[in-house]
């Protein structure tokens, strides 16, 4: 980073569950240094330890606590925001930022699927923030808007992602064990969820197959062409807190040995490990060896939430070879995802020079 002081930045939706992972993981970054808090006007004129309903193992770290929480209003003292706000008023407000000439960088599904609008992982597809310029001139924006997939998307892209690049692919079938916390506070009822499996998220499948494409797809010109594999999801809440599991089968083009896509998830390194950026893990997907994990409770908090976890790595006798994957959904699939492409997109010279 080219820059002794931290960029002061700002969170939107601060109050709620993504927004206090961002506040976590936002209080000792040694780029960012947490200037503004954003919620509704209920929660605005007030100390943020007072209107938040904390719900972290850790406590609210005290300097933000003592911050007075904003009105979601394009007039904040920083210029990157990171958006934990719900979808039903962040496609809105994240362009109102925008075209004030904010870098938005959102968690929220309005804006992933733009024709313009890059979803990114950093490890897989980082050379999509490079539409961003394009971006800002079609749309008379000084700011921009840079999205992170959705949370089981993130989970299954990071994943398959180095499989394709190494072997090709030509269809993944997916079936996803989501926890709780994916659906926000206070989320599903326990009288749905305790004891009890839903098969049914709305608009989950639909995300996943969708946005796994574009992120693992081609930036071609002014556009994103799609990869052209088949993705097929099957969605499931447990009465998980945190961690989504995933059950992947995958189709090769060029055949694959279990023994060589470990090899190849071993060696994978993106472009967020080249650049050694902070919230980058130092092995993006992590195997397992032991036949019974990896497992949410024992695993999850591992490698900082950033690393996808495989284990069982076996021979498929319908597609090439079958496994399971764990991801920490609020980490990996949200807060730790958006500040990972803001770290790459300030190491790439994008953030105005004058503002980093």
């Known amino acids: 980073m080219k820059t002794v002081s931290r960029i002061p930045v700002g969170i939107l939706g601060a109050t709620g569950a993504v927004g206090q992972k961002f506040v976590l993981l936002l209080s000792s970054h040694p780029w960012f240094e947490v200037r503004e808090l954003a919620a509704s006007e209920r929660s605005s004129g007030n100390l943020y330890r007072e209107v938040v309903n904390w719900k972290q193992t850790?406590?609210?770290?005290?300097?933000?606590?003592?911050?007075?929480v904003k009105e979601c209003r394009p007039d904040l003292d920083c210029k990157i925001v990171f958006s934990g706000l719900d979808a039903s008023v962040a496609g809105e407000l994240e362009?109102?930022?925008?075209?004030?000439?904010?870098?938005v960088f959102s968690n929220a599904k309005n804006h992933r699927m733009g024709p313009d609008i890059p979803l990114v992982i950093a490890e897989l597809n980082s050379e999509?923030?490079?539409?961003?310029p394009q971006q800002q001139k079609s749309r008379g924006w000084d700011g921009a808007i840079v999205t992170n997939a959705n949370c089981s998307a993130a989970v299954l892209a990071l994943s398959i992602g180095p499989l394709h690049k190494s072997f090709g692919l030509k269809a993944v079938d997916v079936v996803t064990l989501q926890a709780i916390s994916g659906a926000g506070y206070p989320g599903?009822?326990?009288?749905d969820i305790l004891g009890n499996v839903v098969p049914f998220i709305s608009g989950e499948e639909e995300k996943i197959e969708s946005e796994t494409q574009k992120i693992l797809g081609q930036l071609d010109g002014d556009r994103f062409r799609p990869a052209d594999f088949a993705v097929s999801a099957h969605a499931n809440r447990v009465a998980v807190v945190e961690g989504h599991v995933e059950c992947v089968s995958v189709r090769f083009t060029n055949k694959a040995s279990p023994e060589e896509a470990i090899q190849c998830w071993q060696e994978f390194r993106g472009p967020a490990q080249e650049l050694n950026l902070p919230t980058a893990p130092k092995q993006p997907v992590v195997v397992f060896s032991e036949p019974d994990r990896p497992q949410p409770r024992l695993d999850v908090n591992k490698f900082g939430g950033m690393s996808a976890l495989v284990g069982r790595v076996r021979p498929c006798p319908l597609f090439d070879i079958k496994y399971v994957v764990l991801g920490h959904n609020t980490i990996r699939g949200a807060a730790g995802a958006s500040i990972l492409n803001a770290e790459m997109v300030v190491e790439k010279g994008m953030f105005p020079a004058g503002q980093a």
């Open 58 to 68: 850790t406590p609210i770290p005290e300097a933000i606590g003592d911050l007075v």
């Open 188 to 191: 599903v009822p326990s009288w």
């Open 95 to 103: 362009t109102d930022f925008a075209s004030a000439g904010y870098w």
């Open 128 to 132: 999509h923030l490079d539409i961003s």
